[in-house]
């Protein structure tokens, strides 16, 4: 513990609402700075709500390290994690000013962003993206040729089944052959397990230590990043009237997330600990711990000056893929869908 002293932090359990119109999303986007729903608390700390892509799993684990551990009151925040519906709902409590931050996957932001709603990235931390096709070892998939004839669960909505054709046919497979059957995102690793299904679309580091540790059973996967498809993954991102009216929370905020991603992937064991301690929800601490391991394999911290830094190289790539493979209708300009100044001092 930072100076001896574990310092306490709120942990929201409210879960999110979907379903919002994009016009009542525009009309929020007029709203201004100060009007956002945070304060400060009496110790004089920023009131501040993140709401996650999904219910608390391994990946999140930082967050709930750096209110352990003090790194996020350092910055003068108050932090309080709420779990969310999917990403697309995400960006879209983001954008009707509900939450201050969001954390959700790039392309259902870039989506968001495209028809309208007043958002931007402050930072994607998976730098290589979790999408993936997950099935049981028995089913001897080693390639996406051999999904032909299969059934694979997915949702729709959700980045991976508006990415799964493209990446089909960039492996040199019809979508036609492989049947997608549509399953709501909490209906899918019950559709695998009951054997309704072949395999399922989904986030690798998340469902597959999920369905083994129901199971006992071996998972392997695709993800899509191995089989040419390298998408930007999961990230903060923040409404345009935060960002300009209130730099500096920004700027707190993404440094402290920055800091407890790097801090839980050198200590993963007290990460895990922290979140148990600290997250209503959350998995056994055995799939916790294998969720985020496999987590911090995909921050590229080999590469990446210190997690959430990203290049306009890697935003241009995954916007460009969208564009010319998927039904995403927006420009390939980085800085239309990314503010990128909050990691040049990370």
């Known amino acids: 513990m930072r100076g001896g002293t574990m310092r306490s932090g709120k942990i929201g359990m409210s879960l999110v609402v979907t379903g919002v119109a994009l016009a009542t999303v525009a009309a929020c986007g007029q709203t201004g700075a100060g009007d956002s729903p945070g304060g400060q608390n009496a110790d004089g700390l920023s009131e501040v709500t993140l709401t996650l892509n999904w219910v608390p799993y391994g990946e999140h684990a930082p967050f709930y390290y750096g209110v352990e551990q003090g790194i996020f009151e350092d910055e003068g925040i108050d932090l309080t994690i709420q779990p969310g519906n999917g990403s697309g709902s995400t960006v879209q409590q983001v954008a009707q000013r509900n939450t201050e931050f969001g954390w959700a996957d790039t392309p259902p932001l870039a989506n968001g962003i495209s028809s309208g709603m007043p958002v931007r990235s402050v930072g994607v931390f998976l730098q290589t993206g979790p999408s993936s096709v997950e099935f049981f070892d028995d089913q001897g998939i080693a390639e996406p040729a051999d999904l032909v004839g299969k ?17 089909l046919e960039l492996n040199g497979v019809d979508p036609a052959d492989v049947t997608v059957v549509n399953v709501d995102a909490a209906g899918k690793i019950a559709a695998l397990i009951e054997g309704r299904v072949d395999a399922i679309q989904g ?52 440094r402290a997330t920055s800091e407890s991603f790097l801090a839980a992937s050198e200590d993963p064991e007290a990460a895990v600990a922290a979140m148990a301690a600290g997250a209503e929800q959350a998995p056994d601490e055995s799939v916790l711990a294998a969720q985020l391991e496999a987590t911090i394999g995909l921050l590229n911290l080999e590469e990446a000056p210190a997690p959430g830094v ?30 990128g100044t909050f990691g040049e001092d990370l």
């Open 151 to 167: 059934t694979v669960a997915g949702t729709p909505g959700d980045a991976m089944y508006g990415t799964f054709p493209a990446w």
């Open 203 to 254: 986030f690798h580091h998340d469902q597959a230590p999920t369905i083994e540790n129901q199971t006992g059973k071996e998972v392997s996967a695709l993800p899509f990043s191995d089989f040419g498809m390298n998408l930007l993954g999961t990230g903060l991102l923040a409404h345009e009237a935060t960002i300009e009216g209130d730099p500096e929370l920004v700027q707190a905020m993404v």
């Open 310 to 339: 990203n290049t306009e190289q890697q935003w241009t790539g995954t916007l460009t893929f969208l564009a010319e493979n998927t039904e995403f209708e927006g420009e390939a300009t980085p800085d239309a869908y990314w503010d």
